[in-house]
């Protein structure tokens, strides 16, 4: 999508998908929370389905990508680690309705776009997955199994987006030092 009113529907598409959910969304909406006949808004869109996989394609391909230039920069592996969490974290916050998106709703793709997403996620998972390694092989870290631990992670970074609020005490750079302390610190004191 390229156009002004292309990415005004996926806007559209993204606020709706959040609030009522992928299924209970209708190309009527849609059509209506831009202005559009629901004939016409097939002029900028095949359908549905390939709104929500722009979406999550989008979604996850920034994910990957930003965690793509951590690992390129000259850090240790718990900086990069450190790094991966705030980034994670605060792109989920600072785009949480496009995150909610993602994470609730693109299971509803079909096998084939579900299975392009699902290969990029694994990217990013291994990516993750890296960093523990290294740091586990370079003695700054004590992980057994490292593909377990960064599913672990990733599950607490992506839960952020059921409960965070932006009217809450806590603001997307709190959160991500508070997640970056528990995983790199643990919750034991040292004596």
Known sequence: MSSNRQREILH????LFEQKGYQATSVQDIADAVGLQKGSLYHYI??????????ADAAIRQF???LQEILARPMTAQEKLA???????????????TTTVLWREAFSLGEAPQGVIQKMTDTYLDLVTQ???????????????????A???LGACNWVYRWY????????????????KLFLDGLL???
């Not at 991966?84 to 309705?97: D, G, K, P, Y």
């Open 165 to 180: 609020r932006p009217s809450g005490s806590m603001n997307a750079n709190d959160v991500a030092h508070t997640f970056s």
């Open 64 to 66: 990957n990508e930003q």
């Open 83 to 97: 790094a991966m969490i705030r980034m994670h974290v605060q792109t989920s916050i600072e785009n949480l309705e």
């Open 131 to 149: 960093i523990l390694n290294e740091g586990s092989e370079n003695g700054e870290f004590q992980v057994h199994h490292p593909r377990v631990t």
């Open 151 to 153: 599913l672990a992670i």
């Open 12 to 15: 559209a598409a993204v606020k």
């Open 189 to 191: 004191t040292t004596h």
């Open 46 to 55: 095949q359908s549905k389905e390939e709104l929500l996989m722009q979406i």
